[in-house]
């Protein structure tokens, strides 16, 4: 099987090379042509646009920025659709919108292509270590026909039910950290302002029930 991969961020990077790592023979595209040289170096091939993707790969993932580039990815002149064929399957995992998901899952029925919406979360660390959690929507058995690809780079792969709902999913959880981010913030400009030591602010927090991601990873970031 030949996997193509758009979006070579810093996500779509670690992920990408999970998959090499793993043994796929893996096709690759980014708007910034550079970035995709590490991957090129441990074996990927690149091609020039997400049309030529479409044409030489069976299974295709896509981590984008925004939902105006996925809709360019998917819908543009040179986009997937315009050289997909029947039986491939494209995963769209960009947090991104649940309404989009559903407009491309319709899209890619009407042209033979099963499309999921698979945003993931973990952040840079997560992709790095190979142990995201995707929120899936879609078809189900889709689904299941490629966990063993997407266990290369996620620990835990949860489905939530049809198109868009893996993006609905993905929205609640942004809800949630965004609430993380903002406590963190909140508490620790309140420590610096009483003249507390912040890295032992963060190490005590995170001992007790005020614990949560963003603290733990960002926290010391944000101190550096």
Known sequence: MKIGFIGLGVMGKSMASHLIQAGYSLNVYNRTAKKAQPLIDLGAQWLDSPSQIAEQSDLVFTILGYPHDVEDVYLGEAG????????????????????????????????????????????DIGAQ????????????EILAQIKPV?????????YFGPAGKGQDA?????????G?????????????NNNL?????IQTLNSG??????????????LK
């Open 150 to 158: 997407l266990v290369s780079f996620c620990q835990q792969i949860e």
């Open 129 to 140: 270590e190979g142990r995201l959690t995707t929120l899936v929507g879609g078809d189900e």
């Open 209 to 222: 029930a005020a614990a949560n991601f963003s603290l733990a990873q960002y926290g010391p970031r944000i």
């Open 197 to 201: 030591n912040l890295d032992q602010v």
């Open 180 to 192: 993380t981010m903002t406590g963190m913030c909140e508490a620790l400009a309140y420590a610096k």
């Open 80 to 123: 997937l659709f315009s050289a997909c064929r029947s039986g491939q399957i494209f995963v769209e995992m960009t947090t991104s919108s649940p309404s989009l998901a559903a407009k491309l899952y319709r899209e890619g029925k009407e042209l033979g292509v099963s499309v999921l919406d698979a945003p993931v979360t973990g952040g």
């Open 170 to 178: 993905k929205m609640a959880n942004q809800i949630m950290i965004a």
